[in-house]
């Protein structure tokens, strides 16, 4: 991989002269350095499990979450930065409200 600030690594659209799109792989790292995340489908319903990596010993227990409730009947389970997560939980929890408040 080129080093790092070539400028390739700017947009999710462009690509390097390797051929590589930089964003992309960043998002790879991200969640290989994650922790691993499974749901598990049964006959009555549904198990999440997660595994927490702890990266330094002053976070408080508790305080990364990994299993989100976005509507009563849906959860999510994610991998990769706790920064996303947070957004990408924020967009499905308004895209179920929008869901509900068009189609009843």
Do not use: W
């Not at 990364?64 to 996303?84: E, P």
């Amino acid at each position: 991989m080129s080093s790092i600030g070539t400028g390739y690594d700017l947009s999710a659209s462009q690509f390097s002269p390797e051929g590589k799109v930089f964003q992309i792989e960043y998002a790879y790292k991200a969640v290989e350095n994650s922790g691993t995340a499974v749901a598990l489908k049964g006959k009555d319903g549904v198990v999440f499990a997660v595994e927490n990596i702890v990266l330094s010993k002053l976070y408080e227990p508790g305080c990364i979450k990994r299993v989100f409730t976005v509507d009563s009947h849906i959860g999510m389970v994610v991998a990769g930065l706790q920064s996303d997560t947070k957004a990408l939980v924020d967009i499905a929890r308004d895209e179920c409200s929008s869901y509900r408040d068009n189609f009843g």
